[in-house]
T-cell receptor, first 111, second 112 residues
Framework: KNEVEQSPQNLTAQEGEFITINCSYS?????LHWLQQHPGGGIVSLFM???GKKKHGRLIATINIQEKHSSLHITASHPRDSAVYIC?????????????FGKGTKLSVKP | DAMVIQNPRYQVTQFGKPVTLSCSQT?????MYWYQQKSSQAPKLLFH???????NEADTPDNFQSRRPNTSFCFLDIRSPGLGDAAMYLC???????????FGPGTRLTVT
């Protein structure tokens, strides 16, 4: 079983729809990252969370430490949001900087 | 703007011909990471530098080496590239704490 599980793996939405991507993890973490990767491109860090909720523009990220679960929401989705969204968690101790990545959720937003 | 820069963005090399990928940063971060990402897979950490201290992942092949001559620059050397080394190579940086990583745009390596 992967330490970081994302759902769904693939998601197709119509422009304007509200989108939710989920991430569950099984290890103790010091922080959770949501990352965005466009096709053939590098990675952009969207959020780093250790508790609660963060909002940036149309993007909202929440985390529930007790339930070991995080969600990424996109309001009023747009075709330019089409990308792979990756959840990654950071542990404790000697490997504190190392990220454990989920397999990503491929989002396609149709006009 | 402070950023992480990778050069080149696309690199083609021949089987067995050494290749060097470059990463530079203007963030003055003390930690630098190299990841390998193959198609449709999650990034895989190869190694990282904490200041000048080199930390190799246990399963990183000996074919992969790295140099960090100063805070700003880090290089990934592939001594004898094989076809299986074709991938996107991502550089990232962070401070010691809170460890938020900033990624470069990546170098896509093709091995012919």
């Amino acid at each position: 079983k992967n330490e970081v599980e994302q759902s769904p793996q693939n998601l197709t939405a119509q422009e304007g729809e509200f989108i939710t991507i989920n991430c569950s993890y099984s290890v103790g973490i010091s922080a959770l990252h949501w990352l965005q990767q466009h096709p053939g491109g590098g990675i952009v860090s969207l959020f780093m969370l250790s508790s609660g909720k963060k909002k940036h523009g149309r993007l909202i990220a929440t985390i529930n430490i007790q339930e070991k679960h995080s969600s990424l929401h996109i309001t009023a989705s747009h075709p330019r949001d089409s990308a792979v969204y990756i959840c990654a968690v950071r542990g404790y101790g000697g490997s504190q900087g190392n990220l454990i990545f989920g397999k990503g959720t491929k989002l396609s937003v149709k006009p | 703007d402070a950023m992480v820069i990778q050069n080149p963005r696309y690199q083609v090399t021949q089987f067995g011909k050494p290749v060097t990928l470059s990463c530079s940063q203007t963030l003055n971060h003390n930690v630098m990471y190299w990841y390998q990402q193959k198609s449709s897979q999650a990034p895989k950490l190869l190694f990282h530098y904490y200041d000048k201290d080199f930390n190799n992942e246990a399963d990183t092949p000996d074919n992969f080496q790295s140099r960090r001559p100063n805070t700003s620059f880090c290089f990934l050397d592939i001594r004898s590239p094989g076809l299986g080394d074709a991938a996107m190579y991502l550089c990232a940086t962070s401070r010691s704490t809170p460890y938020e990583q900033y990624f470069g745009p990546g170098t896509r390596l093709t091995v012919t």
